[in-house]
């Protein structure tokens, strides 16, 4: 996974759109060393849609806008492995934190039920 691609899944989960990112980027008036300038709203545009390579500088400003600290912007973890995962992740976690309110009978039944996705899915993968 790229950096941009991390970038652009927490721009998804902020619920905020790239203009909107863009804006409160420019708004951090972040200056790039190559041209003594800040980045224009196209420049950023070809940033997030993997057209132009990411400018280091940023990262501080681009972490600041997405409200998370610079070395999270690194982090793969499992959870944005696949297109499938960046869809679902937000909801898996928006049931988790639901599962406190949920009676013990349906946690057990809804642990089944997984367990038994899990069995397919191993199942279709031999």
Excluded: C, W
């Excluded at 972040?30 to 997030?48: C, D, F, N, Q």
């Amino acid at each position: 996974m790229k950096i941009i691609d991390k970038i652009n899944y927490l721009i998804e989960e902020k619920e905020i759109t790239k203009r909107e990112f863009a804006k409160k980027l420019l708004s951090l008036e972040p200056i790039l060393e190559s041209t003594a300038k800040a980045p224009s709203e196209s420049t950023i545009y070809g940033y997030l849609n993997g057209g132009r390579e990411l400018k280091v500088e940023l990262i501080p400003y681009i972490a600041e806008v997405l409200e998370v600290d610079e070395q999270e912007l690194f982090r793969f973890d499992i959870e944005y492995a696949s297109e499938y995962n960046i869809r679902y992740s937000k909801e898996a976690r928006e049931i988790l934190d639901l599962l406190q309110y949920a009676p013990k009978i349906t946690i057990e039944n809804i642990k089944n039920q997984l367990l038994e996705y899990k069995k397919i899915h191993l199942q279709t993968k031999v």
